[in-house]
């Protein structure tokens, strides 16, 4: 015993002139954050307080840290000395080196990495990683990993040599009890934004796993009902009121715009830079107040298209997919032909296993463009996000010549997104800088604008390719019979946002030649309510078969032209997340209560019962959640006709999967399947295609090598129809072609 006393107070010291070296470039790396922030042109509100409140959290944080190690540290001292302050050094260093990854990340996109992170595949992080970089790497943007760990490596070296242990106690109890009273006294201090990134990252991912588990401990087993599931005639047609029928089903044509927020638009506080917009919604029935459900692009689908929960981590990463139905299986047992039009790979957040399911007609990603098409530039890495929204919107325009109607076309934009890149970028620029010259009033300083010039100049570019898309489609046949529906998937990230709420604050317009007139609502209402309303508008005004029950989250638009809220409105702010709701004309985020005005602005409520009853409701709705994905209860399979459910593997087969797979990447696993064809043991081969094939359906590689196998199995029909399917998801991959040639 009095070893381990001698060896705690031998080392006690030098492990506090580790931590407070720790502290000191925690507050050096939060003062560089600033610095680099005001550089941007973001507005720093209070730069005094707000400094102080970083300050207060970093101080905490690295006490956490150091009591939280300090056993460890003993254990590596007690094995070998030099060995343990050595690995501590290490240690601390890693963790430095972590909070500057992390603050670059929250200057990019103006949030701090949480939980979300535990919502994307290895590769998805890759994309987006390599895309917010472009794949430059310079000098600067790896000098501050050199330098903030030389600076912790020069503090501890300063205190050892400076500070004796009498002065070390007692400024370790001095900072204790200021920086302790002074997390007391203000309150503001907890606000996420002030928080150190490594404990902000840490704690998500703690209520993330606890969350987790909760869900997870529910007593599902004696429940076997679908508390979703109702009558549809309880759905209300509320747009039939300002639409003429024909005697024709109207085509619908849904355009999402990446990025889009409510800000943006209509003489809101960035707008100015969407003219054709602008100009659309005052023709248009129009949702002022409108949200979307996710804060991110992974929840659009899902919510605008079926009116369905999240999940754990979003609906799209539920496996095996939950039944369901959507508006396009049902519009499409109805005799719609249904497309899906993107400029991306639609694998991207598994977008095309929820497609699929559902029975798409038609998918046109990135795989479909020829030469013809400018791409997105590669970055010096050779990633390329794919194709800008004017030639997503040429592509379309020439596919709709040869697709059937009544149509259903869901298109999706992508060119208010980081790296905010598309032909002519400079050109656009140069517009935001005539647009800046005139007299025009603006709702933020010019300077703020050029401070975003490039994302101005996406927003611009994205407004003129919307109108170039709809002049064109105003000269076809069919436009006096489409619906034209145009909304925002969330708001664009990196501009700075008034509130919590304006992340989800949306624009939402209902456009068409066949509108009795136009219309602005200013009740709230969500994506969630979209394929409800449409549904129930086609089915009571023209020979569409009536559902006789349904599953929504949501009951369908509000068309109330005062202020009010109908709905509860569950949102997902990233992958992992369930804690934002709102209730009433109230907002709840993070445990915080705000009180939602007419003008859809916020304040903070500090009433007890008032934050009680709106947590208790949505964590009833986290409950429906958890019970109607993990048990398959949102759409009874023996009332399903209309999906197409991904393969589904014996319990023999997935054992054999597990056996063959484990440990191994989807890379590695398309490697093994590739031996095993080699090996002539082409039933393993195509077990481990199907397994890749129902997570990547677009998975060209692994379905031409199902189609091999097959041709070297002698069965050639099943080869030529897998070897079609090839071609027809890719048709400019050139090894489908070999393939069908060598049959």
């Not at 080392?11 to 610095?35: D, H, Q």
């Not at 720093?44 to 056993?71: E, R």
């Not at 009010?564 to 004309?585: A, E, F, W």
Request: proline residues 3%; positive net charge.
């Amino acid at each position: 015993m009095k070893n381990i006393f001698k060896v705690i107070n031998k080392n006690f010291y030098k492990y506090v002139y580790l931590a407070f070296a720790l502290i000191g470039t925690f507050w050096a790396i939060s003062l560089f954050e600033l610095y680099i922030t005001i550089s941007k042109g973001i507005k720093v509100q209070n730069f005094a307080i707000t400094l102080g409140y970083k300050f207060l959290n970093d101080f905490w944080t690295g006490i956490l840290i150091g009591l939280l190690l300090f056993p460890l540290y003993l254990l590596f001292i007690s094995i070998k000395k030099r060995f343990g302050n050595v690995i501590f050094k290490i240690l601390f260093i890693l963790l430095i080196i972590g909070q500057l990854g992390l603050v670059k990340y929250s200057l990019t996109t103006l949030l701090n990495l949480g939980a979300d992170l535990l919502g994307y595949s290895l590769n998805d992080i890759s994309m987006t990683v390599s895309a917010s970089t472009s794949g430059a790497i310079s000098l600067m943007s790896i000098l501050p990993f050199v330098v903030f760990p030389a600076i912790f490596l020069s503090l501890n070296y300063s205190l050892k040599r400076v500070v004796n242990k009498r002065q070390t106690m007692a400024a370790t109890l001095i900072l204790i009890l200021l920086f302790g009273s002074a997390k007391i006294m203000f309150s503001d201090v907890s606000n996420t934004s002030y928080d150190n990134k490594m404990y902000f990252l840490t704690s998500d991912i703690i209520r993330h796993l606890k969350e987790k588990r909760e869900f997870k401990a529910y007593n599902l087993s004696k429940r076997n009902d679908y508390p979703l599931l109702k009558p549809f005639k309880e759905t209300k047609d509320i747009l039939a009121p300002f639409i003429n029928i024909h005697e024709e089903k109207p085509n619908i044509f849904i355009l999402i715009v990446e990025g889009l927020g409510s800000e943006f638009v209509d003489g809101n506080q960035y707008s100015g830079f969407t003219p054709y917009l602008d100009s659309l919604i005052s023709k248009s029935l129009y949702w002022e107040n409108f949200v979307s459900n996710s804060g991110r692009t992974y929840g659009i689908l899902p919510s605008i298209l079926g009116s369905l929960p999240f999940g754990e981590n979003g609906f799209l990463e539920i496996a095996p997919t939950p039944s369901h139905i959507s508006l396009i299986s049902v519009l499409k047992a109805n005799g719609y032909t249904t497309s899906y039009f993107e400029g991306c790979q639609s694998s991207f957040d598994r977008k095309i296993n929820f497609l699929e399911y559902n029975g798409i007609d038609h998918v046109f990603d990135q795989n479909k463009y020829d030469s013809g098409y400018v791409k997105i530039k590669e970055d010096s890495n050779g990633f390329s996000w794919g194709y800008p929204d004017a030639e997503i919107f040429k592509k379309t325009l020439s596919e709709l010549e040869r697709i059937k109607q009544p149509r259903l076309d869901i298109l999706m934009t992508q060119s208010i997104h980081d790296p905010w890149d598309f032909p002519e970028v400079e050109d656009y620029m140069e517009k935001v800088d005539s647009i800046l010259s005139t007299n025009r009033v603006f709702g933020v300083k010019k300077d703020d604008v050029r401070t975003h010039k490039k994302i101005y100049a996406s927003i611009l570019y994205a407004d003129r390719s919307i109108r170039y898309f709809m002049q064109e489609f105003a000269k076809r046949s069919e436009y006096n019979n489409t619906i034209f529906i145009i909304t925002g998937d969330h708001r664009l990230i990196p501009i700075t946002q008034k509130d919590k709420l304006c992340r989800f604050h949306v624009p939402f317009l209902i456009y068409s030649p066949m509108l009795k007139k136009a219309e602005k609502f200013k009740s709230i209402s969500s994506h969630l309510d979209v394929t409800p309303s449409l549904l129930s508008f086609l089915m009571n005004n023209y020979k569409v078969n009536k559902l006789d029950e349904v599953a929504w989250i949501s009951q369908g638009l509000d068309t109330a032209k005062q202020f009010r809220n109908i709905h509860q409105i569950p949102m997902s702010r990233y992958k992992g997340s369930m804690n934002d709701y709102i209730y009433k004309d109230y907002f709840y985020s993070d445990d915080e209560l705000f009180k939602i005005n007419e003008d859809f602005g916020t304040y903070k409520v500090n009433e007890e019962h008032l934050i009680k009853v709106v947590a208790d409701s949505l964590k009833e709705f986290k409950k429906l959640n958890a019970y109607i994905t993990q048990k398959n209860r949102i759409f009874p399979d023996s009332l399903n006709i209309y999906t197409n459910p991904s393969f589904e593997f014996s319990e023999k087969e997935l054992a054999t999967i597990k056996e063959l797979t484990t440990g191994l990447d989807y890379g590695k696993i398309f490697e093994v399947a590739r031996q095993f064809a080699f090996n002539k043991e082409y039933v393993k081969a195509r077990l481990l295609c199907d397994y890749l094939l129902n997570e990547f359906p677009n998975h060209a590689d692994a379905r031409t090598l199902k189609g091999r196998t097959f041709a070297w199995d002698e069965k050639y029909k099943k080869a030529e129809v897998e070897l079609l399917n090839v071609i027809k998801r890719s048709p400019y991959y050139s090894d489908g072609y070999l393939a069908i040639f060598d049959l």
